[in-house]
């Protein structure tokens, strides 16, 4: 549900009034045949180094306060719990490095970037300046027609092979949110001022077009880092990305009930809790939970398998998708269309959830007390 409608409105209301809101049924619709299709595999043995960052919460909510250290007993597997900002405390989940002009390290203090390297993901970030080029108040469409449309700014950028490099793109929507750190309430913005110090708190493009719906593409907020997508003709701000694209690359189970993304580095259940593998698909239904019930159903030290942060469910959205639903229906077989719990709070407000849609591919917050679909994920 989403955020605006969820303050005001009785529980038992609700998702009949989101359904009616987003235009989509509100019942869990099976999307696909049960027969699950070839995927590309990757071998185990050639897994590579994910490069995948946390979600920079490092903090538990009881509830009623956020910021209370981890671990909570009542409230156990929270985003906070995990990540490598958990297993080396002090750290954040970012590593983060500013370039000059020519690509090269910035060592000294007081030296303004024009770029920042992302270490986990290899990704290189373009940074925005007060003027000029890469203005930071600078917004464009998506339009190929509009002479302000995003692209304008990506040959200029190549043209002036900024920090050495004449490959900038816009960045994917799994790119984009990598960058968002949501330890950082609203109003944001949701990144590290001392490395990306002029950042506006609004919406930012992406360079992932909806598949189903070829006028819209996503775009993540700046202010608490929401995700939903936006006509073509709306003016965004952009922030341009270089290097070795972010995309899943799955791997099947040999009992085919599991998937591992080697990019990620994470390993799903294929169907959502409540439903069973037989083998070819999921069969049954969804098991509903709140947010607390959610956290509760899984102890994962004694099962490995724990509630996804709201990165790591994002990850799973396909935005080039054309079947029914925004995720890979041969990765996902009888996907419903849900909101899935994720084991991060919102860190504004207590009393919300980062919660990740499935038919959208919209991440945003909702009333902890509300009850959504829950699909288990563990560490290779």
């Known amino acids: 549900m989403m955020p605006f409608i969820s303050r005001f409105i009785p529980r038992t209301c609700r998702a009949l009034l989101t359904g009616l809101l987003l235009n989509t049924p509100t019942w869990a619709a099976t999307a696909l045949p049960s027969a699950p299709q070839p995927v590309d595999a990757v071998a185990a043995s050639t897994l590579p180094r994910p490069r995948f960052n946390d979600s920079g919460i490092t903090l538990c909510s009881d509830t009623h306060y956020y910021g209370i250290p981890c671990p909570l007993s009542l409230y156990p597997g929270q985003d906070g719990d995990h990540g490598r900002d958990a297993a080396n405390p002090g750290q954040t989940g970012f590593r983060l490095t500013r370039l000059d002009a020519r690509g090269k390290v910035i060592r000294q203090a007081g030296i303004t970037a024009s770029c920042v390297r992302d270490e986990v993901t290899g990704l290189v970030w373009e940074n925005k300046t007060a003027s000029g080029l890469h203005a930071v108040n600078t917004r464009y469409t998506r339009q190929r027609t509009d002479p302000g449309n995003a692209g304008t700014l990506v040959r200029q950028t190549n043209a002036e092979a900024l920090c050495g490099y004449r490959d900038w793109r816009l960045p994917a929507l799994m790119e984009l949110q990598s960058l968002v750190d949501y330890g950082i309430p ?195």
């Open 186 to 380: 609203f109003p944001g913005p949701v990144q590290a001022q001392t490395l990306f110090p002029l950042s506006l708190s609004e919406a930012y493009w992406t360079g992932s077009l909806d598949g189903r719906q070829p006028g819209q593409a996503y775009v993540v907020q700046w202010d608490d880092g929401q995700v939903y997508r936006d006509s073509l003709g709306a003016a965004h701000a952009v922030r341009l990305v270089r290097g070795r694209p972010l995309k899943s690359r799955w791997s099947v189970s040999p009992d085919g009930a599991e998937v591992t993304d080697a990019t990620t580095g994470l390993t799903w259940k294929r169907c959502a809790e409540g439903m069973r593998w037989n083998g070819n698909g999921c069969e049954g239904y969804p098991r509903y939970f709140t947010w607390y019930e959610a956290l509760q159903w899984v102890v994962p030290t004694e099962t490995g398998w724990r509630v996804p942060n709201v990165k790591e469910m994002s990850s799973l959205i396909d935005p080039s998708s054309r079947s029914i639903l925004a995720m890979n229906p041969d990765i996902f077989p009888q996907m419903t269309n849900d909101m899935f719990w994720t084991s991060s709070p919102y860190t504004l407000d207590t009393f919300y959830g980062w919660v990740v849609q499935s038919f959208y591919g919209y991440a945003y917050f909702t009333y902890l007390e509300d009850t959504g679909a829950l699909r288990l994920v563990r560490d290779r």
